[in-house]
């Protein structure tokens, strides 16, 4: 069992907890990304079974008729596996999944085969899937380029990896005044597909600004368990989903939370003792 103090940031264990997550969500205006816990695998066996989780997943979001997509991780299908284990196990989850599907992005040299996959996914499905970018890569740019005018979901982020300087914006500030200037490119030359991928109330201020300015669409993604009254308060007025980690893997995820950020286990205390 999860315990509460990481329950915050975690919907539970097993797919029907994600989805009870989900349909709570749903009825406050916010739809789910589910993203079931697990990376790295060097097994094929078990890059196999968590994409045949997320087929079993995607049933159940159609069987229980909530508002909810997937997020994969390719390390967690089989990148690391080699042999073509990633592209047959993404190709599987997108086939048999009826809802969207999100693919993570991971370190830096996972860019270009995972930039690969989602663009060829997202044409030959007209665009029922979705890739994250990463506002610190130098390569961003041409990346977003790249992606203009190709079907499908891009979100943009600052970055939760730790690329080489010599590739990589390493000061915050600066890696701040990338995400505002391909957010910029994004709403000046995507149709749709634009997603907001940060808790930062700045770049969801910038969002909303270029959306007035620009009229494109464009949606909120944040994670469980940080900042949900923003995420309900701005779902009365643009589309948000979160991102909702959930599987027997969660220590991990937790504790990665806390690092990146202490007052993430003073607030889950908070939550726990009721302060
Ligand atoms: P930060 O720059 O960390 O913080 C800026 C401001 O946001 C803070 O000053 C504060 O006002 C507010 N804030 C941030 N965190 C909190 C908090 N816990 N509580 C209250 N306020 C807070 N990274 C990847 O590399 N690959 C991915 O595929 C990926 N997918 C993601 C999907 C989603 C939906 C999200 C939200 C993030 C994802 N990330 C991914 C992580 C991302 O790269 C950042 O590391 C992470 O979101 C922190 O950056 P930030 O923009 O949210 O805000």
């Given at each position: 069992m999860i315990p509460p103090i990481a329950s915050n940031f975690v919907a539970g264990e097993t797919p029907s907890e994600a989805l009870d997550h989900v349909a709570d969500l749903n009825a406050r205006g916010v739809k789910g990304i589910c993203n079931l816990l697990g990376e790295h695998y060097d097994d094929r066996a078990d890059a196999d079974a968590d994409a045949d989780a997320y087929i079993d997943l995607a049933e159940r979001i159609a069987r229980r008729d909530v508002d909810a997509c997937l997020s994969v991780k390719p390390s967690q299908?089989?990148?690391?596996?080699?042999?073509?284990?990633?592209e047959e196990n993404l190709a599987r989850i997108v086939d048999a999944a009826d809802c969207f599907v999100w693919i993570?992005?991971?370190?830096?040299?996972?860019?270009d085969v995972t930039l690969d996959a989602f663009e060829r996914h997202a044409r030959e499905t007209d665009g029922n899937v979705g890739v994250c970018v990463q506002a610190n890569l130098k390569r961003t740019g041409e990346t977003l380029e790249r992606l203009a005018d190709c079907p499908g979901k891009v979100r943009l982020v600052k970055g939760a990896y730790d690329p080489p300087a010599s590739i990589a914006y390493k000061e915050k500030s600066k890696v701040d005044e990338m995400y505002r200037e391909y957010l910029t490119y994004m709403f000046e030359h995507f149709?749709?597909?634009?997603?907001?991928?940060?808790?930062?109330?700045?770049?969801?201020?910038?969002?909303?600004?270029l959306h007035d300015e620009h009229g494109t669409p464009f949606e909120i993604q944040m994670l469980t368990g940080v900042?949900?009254?923003a995420q309900f308060e701005l779902?009365?007025?643009?589309?948000?989903?979160?991102?909702?980690?959930?599987?027997?893997?969660w220590f991990s995820y937790f504790y990665r939370r806390v690092r990146e950020r202490k007052e993430n286990a003073l607030f889950a205390l908070r939550a726990v003792v009721g302060a």
């Open positions: 299908i089989g990148l690391e596996v080699g042999d073509r284990a990633f993570d992005m991971e370190d830096h040299d996972t860019v149709e749709d597909g634009i997603a907001v991928g940060s808790h930062d109330p700045a770049m969801i201020e910038f969002a909303r600004d900042r949900e009254d779902a009365e007025e643009y589309e948000v989903y979160q991102y909702i980690p959930y599987g027997s893997k």
